[in-house]
């Protein structure tokens, strides 16, 4: 006999599927912006954020419902990001497309120059060593924690703050330094 309170096992995974389709809704703009860092490209991040949300729906029963479902979505766009880049080395080299030819567009000066500082920017963290950039993309692009980013990676903290903390060290060593947020 149920207690007063306990769901039936029918409105439990109706409970839990609701809580999962919530924070997924919730996760897909991070999701984007590092599908975005990671391809650099609008649609490939279209295509790679849908087949992230195709795999955690087809997978959601490897999910457990008390730990956040970002760093699980993060970890999926990674290792489909990885498995497309073995499948296909072509787009290893393809420019940001938001940092592409603008020239016939009227842009004030401060303007461009934002934009030639985000060209520049956005070059040299794509010749980060990859775990380096990974971890630097899930926090500042990606928005997640440390803790998070640990998860997503499968590596433990100390490991993700090393690669950050080498990451920025290297960005700061160009003469025009990269600012990044702090996320801890």
């Given at each position: 006999m149920r207690q007063a309170g306990e769901l039936s096992p029918a409105a439990f995974q109706e409970a839990l599927m609701a809580k999962f389709k919530a924070e997924l809704e919730a996760a897909l703009p991070a999701i984007w912006r590092y599908a975005y860092a990671l391809t650099r490209d609008h649609a490939r991040a279209d295509d790679l954020v849908q087949d992230c949300v195709e795999r955690a729906l087809n997978k959601r029963h490897l999910w457990s419902a008390d730990r956040p479902l970002r760093p699980w979505l993060a970890k999926i766009a990674l290792n489909l990001f990885r498995n497309g880049l073995h499948r296909d080395r072509a787009h290893?080299?393809?420019?940001?497309?938001?940092?592409?030819?603008?020239?016939?567009?009227?842009?004030?000066?401060?303007?461009?120059?934002?934009?030639?500082?985000?060209?520049?920017?956005?070059?040299?963290?794509?010749?980060?060593?990859?775990?380096?950039?990974?971890?630097?993309?899930?926090?500042?692009?990606?928005?997640?924690?440390?803790?998070?980013?640990?998860?997503?990676?499968?590596?433990?903290?100390?490991?993700?703050?090393?690669?950050?903390?080498?990451?920025?060290?290297?960005?700061?060593?160009?003469?025009?330094?990269?600012?990044?947020?702090?996320?801890?």
């Open positions: 290893l080299h393809l420019a940001y497309d938001e940092a592409g030819d603008t020239s016939d567009l009227p842009v004030s000066e401060t303007h461009m120059d934002a934009r030639l500082d985000a060209r520049r920017t956005l070059a040299r963290v794509a010749q980060l060593p990859e775990e380096q950039r990974h971890a630097l993309l899930l926090v500042t692009v990606g928005g997640l924690s440390y803790a998070e980013t640990a998860e997503a990676l499968g590596v433990p903290i100390g490991t993700v703050m090393s690669r950050i903390a080498r990451a920025r060290h290297r960005l700061k060593q160009d003469p025009q330094p990269v600012q990044l947020r702090s996320v801890t």
